[in-house]
């Protein structure tokens, strides 16, 4: 199982694609956070010692990195015909689809380790030095880091559902938008009531912006861990039909 999750890492680390992918997503942070003059998101020109612009961007980055990341890992193996190779290895269904998941959370983290400069920016830029909520920065961090495994997940799954990689991102794509924004949107739409109320606690933006508050409820892990292994179980029924 880890010598897929490292075939999967170095696979994608050793294609071009994969740091231009990398470096879209930094590149694009790093231009609204400190070039792109007059806008909300500008930290030299909004007067707060906050990353709170960083963590409101990064889901709508990650909307589109997580999918490029995703996209490949099992559509490639179909169009190719390894999967059946691949489904001959000393390994489960589970394992296999646990590896590529792994895989993708990992190259994710990559993306964001470099975002730490931001932090250490703004905590020296802070007046006085230091003066920044620390705790709800690394509730955020958390959180975003949930949310990237609750899209990675999304995007193994719509991987395995097709040998086309720009059909299993655009799948991906717009599941990742609707578990983010959809439940939030039907919800605004009804009346404000238990129903509503109920609707916008199945999306995912509801949980990442209880855990960017810098509160690690249970409730908020739970909903993401459940819903990545929702879709970790539909991956793994996907290989299985292949045996059928």
Not at 171 to 191: K, Q, R
Not at 223 to 242: M, Q
Request: aromatic fraction near 16%; include cysteine.
């Amino acid at each position: 199982m880890f010598a897929l999750l490292r075939k999967e890492i170095d696979s994608f680390l050793n294609s071009l694609i994969g740091y231009v992918v990398i470096l879209v997503f930094l590149l694009s942070i790093g231009l609204f956070l400190w070039i792109f003059p007059g806008t909300e998101f500008n930290l030299l020109e909004n007067g707060y010692a906050n990353l709170d612009s960083l963590f409101i961007l990064s889901p709508w980055m990650f909307l589109f990195l997580i999918p490029a990341i995703t996209m490949r890992m099992f559509a490639e193996e179909n169009k190719s015909g390894t999967i059946e190779l691949l489904l001959t290895r000393p390994l489960s269904d589970l394992q296999i689809v646990l590896a590529k998941y792994g895989a993708a959370v990992i190259l994710v983290l990559f993306s964001i380790v470099p975002t730490f400069v931001y932090y250490i920016s703004v905590y020296k830029f802070a007046s006085p030095s230091g003066n920044i909520d620390t705790a709800g920065i690394s509730g955020s961090y958390i959180g975003l880091i949930f949310l990237c495994s609750g899209f990675a997940s999304i995007g193994i799954f719509t991987s395995s559902l097709t040998n086309n990689q720009i059909i299993a991102f655009i799948l991906s794509v717009l599941l990742c938008f609707f578990f983010y924004s959809g439940f939030d949107f039907i919800s605004s739409m009804m009346s404000t009531g238990p129903v509503g109320i109920l609707l916008s606690q199945f999306g995912m933006s509801n949980h990442y912006a209880s855990l960017s508050r810098g509160v690690i409820d249970t409730r908020d892990l739970v909903y993401f861990l459940s819903l990545s292994s929702f879709f970790i179980l539909l991956s793994k029924f996907n290989l299985e039909k292949r045996k059928w």
